[in-house]
């Protein structure tokens, strides 16, 4: 191990990922990269998972600091829990079903040296994957946003571009631990953790990509994201968009309405459909006058 490389953490979060585990911490061992500190957290799977963990433990070369949680913490509140172990210069999380590319960390270490300290995160490109780790290229984010080359990627303080469209997937970033930490850590009160975690970041930060394949994102029927409810998926959005309502009158409306679409008392409902067939009208008299099909 070079101990004048910065070192990495790396948090391997478990739930219920018993089939897939070994393949995702395989993929960190055997990273080109090999200053790494490896954190595995199981967040009280109820499969074999932990079993599945201490064996592969047991002929690591990493020395993994294993955490079982005996009950679920929820995402956030699990990678708080990390971070208080967290000894790394740089910060990734993935989930125990997802694979890193094996020059993952060597390449986005690397990049983050030619840029500033201003850069909180770097992300990259994704393959999509399904159970059998099969590649979905149909689904490839970056083709679908035109990202052909390091040219076309978002980069700085781009925070109200990726409120307008986020294409980021979790595990390709690599974060300067410092920055996490600086505004305070991940947001326990909300499923899900990157989105929230990086629109923080870039209030205050800046960003940038490559345009590599960094890792491999599976895809499943039953994953967390999948099997939560739209209503909760809303919510998640609209706690996040706490951190921008005010500061774009435009984006406030989008809010607001999201935020209405997600009640259900009855003047809300009278609400709705009175907005609605006011914004229906104000369309067709817009595609009307600029013969929009």
Known sequence: MNETLPLVTVVALSYNHEQFLVETLNSIQNQTYKQIQLIILDNNSQDDSVGKINEWIKTSSLDPLFIPNHKNLGVCAALNLALEHTKGEFFQFISCDDILSFNKIELQVSFFHKLPDSLAFIYGNFDFIDEHGKVLPEMNRFEKNGWHSVYDLPAGKIRSEFI???????????????????IGRYDEDIPFEDFQMNIRL???????????????????????????????????????????????????????????????????????????????LISKEYKREYQIK
């Open 164 to 182: 307008q469209n986020y294409s980021l997937c979790a595990p390709t970033l690599l974060y300067r631990t410092s920055c996490i930490h600086a």
């Open 202 to 280: 870039l209030e205050k930060y800046a960003c940038q990509g490559m345009m590599e394949i960094l890792c491999q994102y599976r895809v499943l029927s039953n994953s967390f994201y999948n099997s939560t409810s739209l209503l909760r998926i809303e919510r998640n959005y609209l706690h996040t968009m706490k951190y921008v309502y005010g500061y774009n009158y435009q984006q406030n409306w989008v809010i607001l309405l999201r935020y209405i679409s997600t009640k259900d008392g009855f003047i809300y409902r009278i609400l709705k459909k009175i907005l609605f067939y006011i914004i229906n």
